[in-house]
T-cell receptor, first 111, second 113 residues
Framework: GENVEQHPSTLSVQEGDSAVIKCTYS??????FPWYKQELGKGPQLIID?????GEKKDQRIAVTLNKTAKHFSLHITETQPEDSAVYFC??????????FGTGTRLTIIP | NAGVTQTPKFRILKIGQSMTLQCAQD?????MYWYRQDPGMGLKLIYY???????DKGEVPNGYNVSRSTTEDFPLRLELAAPSQTSVYFC????????????FGSGTQLSVL
């Protein structure tokens, strides 16, 4: 089955700097890659997603890139702010519409 | 719109007890899901439903049961609670495509002692 690996598990960046979280997936047939943000005490919330026919997608300070050949995708957050502190999960939807989550990255923004 | 509502938020069970975790959504979504989240393990799918009257097993269904009698409600039943079921449980829903653009509830933290 699909395996999604996420790195790093923890990340601290200075406010205003950029943060990058990387994920790799194992099944080349995977075609949909969402990113979820989970704030303390809350459920995950979809922040951006990308399909396999697109290489990059941006939404204000957030962008996701996808490299199908290498089977990896990344989340980029620019001009980080304190409210960006959260746990971020990548995920992939592979064959038979199965959704597999990564193990999460705890991002801390240092004021 | 309240979105996805889960109750209770916290619960402590003794080994062998049973309980039902409630989940309701008011977005008229077709798909509903139950996940459990363990530290450092991401989210694991327990059960899902593609519509009223239709449910199916996910990755970790043992020890759980579900039903979906209406579009809005998707309760999760724990029978004979075990310490291994200590976890945070999330209910989610999505509208048109299975496993795309999930809306999550705020979770139920369950401890089995």
């Amino acid at each position: 089955g699909e395996n999604v690996e996420q790195h790093p598990s923890t990340l601290s960046v200075q406010e205003g700097d950029s943060a990058v979280i990387k994920c790799t997936y194992s099944d080349s047939a995977s075609n949909y890659f969402p990113w979820y943000k989970q704030e303390l005490g809350k459920g995950p919330q979809l922040i951006i997603d990308i399909r396999s026919n697109v290489g990059e997608k941006k939404d204000q300070r957030i962008a996701v890139t996808l490299n199908k050949t290498a089977k990896h995708f990344s989340l980029h957050i620019t001009e980080t702010q304190p409210e960006d502190s959260a746990v971020y999960f990548c995920a992939a939807v592979g064959p038979y519409e199965k959704l597999t989550f990564g193990t999460g990255t705890r991002l801390t923004i240092i004021p | 719109n309240a979105g996805v509502t889960q109750t209770p938020k916290f619960r402590i069970l003794k080994i062998g007890q049973s309980m039902t975790l409630q989940c309701a959504q008011d977005m008229n979504h077709n798909y509903m899901y139950w996940y459990r989240q363990d530290p450092g393990m991401g989210l694991k799918l327990i059960y899902y439903s593609v519509g009223a009257g239709i449910t199916d097993k996910g990755e970790v269904p043992n020890g759980y049961n579900v039903s979906r009698s209406t579009t809005e409600d998707f309760p999760l039943r724990l029978e004979l609670a075990a310490p291994s079921q200590t976890s945070v449980y999330f209910c989610a829903s999505s509208y048109r495509d299975r496993n795309e653009k999930l809306f999550f509830g705020s979770g139920t933290q369950l401890s089995v002692l």
